[in-house]
């Protein structure tokens, strides 16, 4: 049975009533592409690289590609230029006035050692033992070689050892001894520079042979050694008067910790 002369078409059937030629017309680019390279996956990515390539040629900068020998003297570039390294310019004349000015303003630092005062006490020590020794030895060999004289004009005369003896004990260490008598006093006083490190005079270094080194003197030097060290030493006075202001750093030698000393705890440095 016909109705309003329609043909009677199945339902859910559309037809397609576009030509075979324009059916690709509204497909995306993947699908054109698909198309075009069908099912050649490595080619497709082979096209795909060269592309990336070329794409990246023309947009990334060419900074690096530059011919620097277009450029002159005090002409401005047209772009920045990146240089392969950094190089640094030192302008040696102030940095030496910069260095100049902060070691002018910088606290000096000295090295404190500790066991200084001990070692040195026990240097003195040991060497007033070992000069009390030689000391002793000298005495006991002039006595060994005392000879009586013979009487002239019924006086009796001292031997030239008695007599090196006395004068040596006066202080008079210059008096004339038998050369087999050792140690000398020079000898004596030699080791004494030699183990103290320091060198006195002759009238000095008479007067502890006076004494024999006694223990005594011995002590009395010991104590005064500990007082010149109570307030520390330097080397160089003249350095500290010339840079206190600013300050000093005391290391320790031993710990290594370090103590900050103003200025205003020198007020007697001069001294």
Known sequence: MKKNGSKHRPKGLVQDTEPPGRRSSGTSPVARLRSLFGHNRVQGAVIACVAIALLTVLLVPKRHIIDLQMFRVGEIARQDIWAPTEITVEDEE?????????AAKAPSVYDFDERALSQTIGAIRSTFRALRAGIEKRNELLQSLEQPAAPEGGKQAKSPAKVSTQDKLSGHSEAPAPPEVKP???????????????????????????????????????????????????????????????????????????KTFPASSFFMVSD
């Open 184 to 258: 000398t006093i020079a000898e004596l006083r030699e080791q004494f520079k030699q183990s103290l490190g320091i060198d006195v005079s002759p009238e000095e270094f008479d007067q502890l042979v006076a004494s024999g080194f006694d223990v005594a003197v011995e002590d009395c030097v010991v104590r005064a050694f500990e007082d010149a060290c109570k307030d520390g030493v330097v080397g160089d006075k003249a350095l500290l008067l010339s840079n206190y202001k600013n300050g000093i750093i005391m290391r320790l030698v031993g710990s290594g910790k370090t």
């Open 94 to 102: 102030t940095t030496a006035a910069k260095k100049k000015a902060a």
